[in-house]
């Protein structure tokens, strides 16, 4: 049983002080960097891409973890591995089941070395990830409609995220669960008690006086 770690959103850090920003999660007991990557196509808004990855890598002590919430994710994804992504999570919504994109994607994350995620968005049945549960390292409920930072937490993904356990008990399968999405103090408690191992976090981190005191207040609101 593994306590629950925070993945602060770098989409709420300030861009031009990145590095001691990081610096000061990482202090704080961040288990992640999650990093939010959007095109403009699959989500509204346009983040930050490959080149900002690899110079995040350099920085960074803990591992990435790479949300792409970007349409046609088999192109990109080689270049996002290469730039070092530890943890690569694709929608599943951007991918083509029919032909078999879902699988293709997680082997591809999984040969370079990667934990391979999968993500849906609110309204995406939870049973569609049935097929993929056994070969994913994790899987990430998303508690706001993808696309923007500082949103508030959609009701009901609690039990989004008790869908996935049992999903994941029925298959004999154990990935990590990740919610994105309007975490704080007050939602926290909520999703980690029905089995959510990974909170992203992104306004309750960085817009704290105090990012590193954020993370411990988020994780010991988690573990109440
Ligand atoms: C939403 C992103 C989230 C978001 C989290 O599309 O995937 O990671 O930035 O931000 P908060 O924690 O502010 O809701
Ligand atoms: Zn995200």
């Known amino acids: 049983f593994e306590p629950v770690k925070i993945a602060p959103s770098i989409l709420s850090a300030d861009f031009m002080n990145m590095?001691?920003?990081?610096?000061?999660?990482?202090?704080?007991?961040?288990?992640?960097?999650?990093?939010?990557?959007?095109?403009?196509?699959?989500?509204?808004?346009?983040?930050?891409?490959?080149?900002?990855?690899?110079q995040l890598k350099k920085i960074a002590s803990i591992p990435l973890d790479v949300h792409l919430m970007i349409s046609n994710p088999l192109v990109q994804l080689p270049w996002f591995l290469d730039a070092g992504?530890?943890?690569v999570t694709v929608h599943l919504e951007a991918l083509d089941e029919v032909e078999g994109e879902v699988g293709q994607a997680i082997g591809m994350i999984k040969a370079a070395g990667a934990k391979a995620a999968?993500?849906?968005?609110?309204?995406?049945?939870?049973a569609r990830i049935a097929p993929h549960i056994g070969s994913l390292d994790m899987v990430l409920v998303m508690s706001v409609y993808p696309g923007f930072s500082g949103q508030s937490y959609i009701e009901g993904s609690d039990a989004r995220v008790a869908e996935v356990v049992a999903l994941a008990e029925e298959a004999g399968?154990?990935?990590?669960?990740?919610?994105?999405?309007?975490?704080?103090?007050?939602?926290?408690?909520?999703?980690?008690?029905?089995?959510?191992?990974?909170?992203?976090?992104?306004?309750?981190?960085?817009?704290?006086?105090?990012?590193?005191?954020?993370?411990?207040?988020?994780?010991a609101a988690a573990e109440a």
């Open 85 to 87: 992504a530890d943890i």
């Open 19 to 54: 590095r001691a920003d990081i610096e000061t999660i990482e202090r704080g007991g961040a288990g992640y960097v999650h990093v939010d990557v959007m095109d403009g196509h699959f989500v509204p808004n346009l983040t930050l891409g490959v080149p900002f990855v690899k």
């Open 118 to 126: 999968l993500s849906i968005k609110p309204d995406t049945p939870v």
């Open 173 to 219: 399968a154990n990935p990590l669960i990740e919610v994105d999405g309007g975490m704080g103090v007050k939602t926290a408690g909520l999703v980690a008690s029905c089995g959510a191992d990974v909170l992203v976090a992104g306004n309750a981190v960085f817009g704290a006086p105090d990012p590193a005191v954020a993370i411990a207040e988020i994780t």
